[in-house]
């Protein structure tokens, strides 16, 4: 894992590129980014998870009672930026099976690009809990900002936000809303279109994880 700067994490491991390249394809089946997209959303749980918290409990091994470590994976909330944030979610889970799932449903204004909310539903307790947003692509940024400027209302103990791609202006819109929050990426591309598309990116991901146009 690379830094890009101090609250920005590349995830460059060459299964993450890998896997990523063929996910770009245009001739990539809905079932192949499906199934690739998880693979690789539970490689890059392994980087963002590395510093979660533990506990401690007893376990009675062939050989003897002792104390061990396990991820306290009650004080994790998955926050999904719906729709396309569930192509994420599922690999996640699969890694911290114990986690908590919040939905954040917000949708593009295709003339202003502005996020606007329809959807919002959190696990109780958010105040002791450590909060991982994540969505495909963070291109714009401003569906990102909208949705860590809702979940800091319930005070979470913190925020990061985990995305497939993002591009230099989507990165600095972000931090400049929000410079607490760290950011993990698979991939930095050039830069967005005037569609607010990252280039050359990979198409829609929400279109491409569920079939849609």
Same mark, same amino acid.
């Given at each position: 894992?690379? =830094?890009?700067?101090?609250?920005?994490?590349?995830?460059?491991?060459?299964? $993450?590129?890998?896997? !990523?390249?063929?996910?770009?394809?245009?001739? /990539?089946?809905?079932?192949?980014?499906?199934? =690739?997209?998880?693979?690789?959303?539970? !490689?890059? *749980?392994?980087? &963002?998870?590395?510093?979660?918290?533990?506990?401690?409990?007893? %376990?009675?091994?062939?050989?003897?009672?002792?104390?061990?470590? &396990? +991820?306290?994976g009650k004080k994790?909330?998955?926050?999904?930026?719906?729709?396309?944030?569930?192509?994420?979610?599922?690999?996640?889970?699969? %890694?911290?099976?114990? /986690?908590? %799932?919040?939905?954040?449903? !917000?949708?593009?204004?295709?003339?202003?690009?502005? *996020?606007?909310?329809?959807?919002?539903?959190?696990?109780? @307790?958010?105040?002791?809990?450590?909060?991982? &947003?994540?969505?495909?692509?963070?291109?714009?940024?401003?569906?990102?900002?909208?949705?860590?400027?809702?979940?800091?209302?319930?005070?979470?103990?913190? +925020?990061?936000? $985990?995305?497939?791609?993002?591009?230099?202006?989507? +990165?600095?819109?972000?931090?400049? /809303?929000?410079?607490? $929050?760290?950011?993990?990426? *698979? /991939? +930095?591309?050039?830069?967005?279109? @005037?569609?607010?598309?990252?280039l050359p990116g !990979?198409?829609?991901?929400?279109?491409?994880?569920?079939?849609?146009?």
């Open positions: 894992m690379t =830094l890009y700067n101090d609250k920005v994490h590349l995830i460059d491991h060459p299964l $993450v590129q890998h896997k !990523l390249t063929l996910m770009r394809r245009k001739d /990539a089946s809905t079932n192949t980014f499906r199934t =690739l997209l998880n693979e690789l959303s539970m !490689l890059m *749980a392994y980087e &963002v998870t590395r510093d979660m918290p533990m506990q401690e409990v007893e %376990v009675e091994t062939p050989l003897e009672k002792a104390t061990f470590k &396990v +991820i306290d994790l909330v998955f926050v999904s930026i719906l729709r396309a944030g569930n192509g994420i979610l599922e690999g996640m889970l699969s %890694v911290v099976p114990g /986690a908590r %799932v919040g939905h954040v449903g !917000l949708y593009r204004d295709p003339k202003t690009l502005t *996020a606007v909310e329809y959807y919002f539903k959190m696990p109780h @307790d958010m105040e002791a809990r450590d909060i991982v &947003v994540v969505d495909p692509m963070l291109a714009t940024g401003n569906s990102a900002i909208a949705a860590v400027e809702r979940l800091k209302e319930l005070n979470p103990k913190s +925020i990061k936000f $985990v995305c497939l791609l993002t591009c230099p202006e989507g +990165i600095s819109a972000l931090q400049k /809303a929000h410079p607490d $929050v760290d950011i993990y990426t *698979a /991939a +930095i591309d050039r830069q967005l279109s @005037d569609h607010g598309y990252i !990979l198409g829609d991901a929400g279109d491409r994880i569920f079939g849609t146009k």
